[in-house]
């Protein structure tokens, strides 16, 4: 079985920076013919897509609202993903969660396989 473990966010004040990783707690998979992305969710705001990135990372799709603010990057050798964002403002704050797909590149929550945990990022004013 694949298994995502989340690390890192956290709680910032506005216009701070946070990074978030994901890893396969199995070794022995591999995750590198897989795509990747961050969703967020709040109790007010239906899963949101935060960012994805395709199988040979040739390929990101970034949600309008972290343009310019929010870097994906992955290192298929250690089967990691991470999220570092900058710039934070309140309206950030929610759970984030990792997630791979089999498919190449997907913005779809509903073609991801494997999930994270999740993590709390909280960003005050």
């Known amino acids: 079985q694949v298994q995502l473990t989340q690390s890192g966010g956290g709680l910032v004040q506005a216009g701070g920076s946070l990074r978030t990783s994901c890893a396969a707690s199995r070794r022995t998979f591999s995750l590198f013919n897989m795509g990747w992305g961050w969703f967020r969710q709040t109790p007010q705001k239906e899963r949101e897509l935060v960012v994805a990135i395709s199988r040979n990372a040739d390929f990101t799709s970034y949600a309008d609202s972290v343009k310019g603010r929010f870097t994906i990057s992955r290192d298929n050798a250690k089967n990691t993903v991470d999220l570092q964002m900058t710039s934070l403002s309140p309206e950030d704050t929610a759970v984030y969660y990792c997630?791979?797909?089999?498919?190449?590149?997907?913005?779809?929550?509903?073609?991801?396989?494997?999930w994270g945990q999740g993590t709390q990022v909280t960003v005050s004013s």
């Open positions: 997630a791979a797909t089999t498919l190449v590149n997907t913005l779809r929550s509903d073609d991801y396989t494997y």
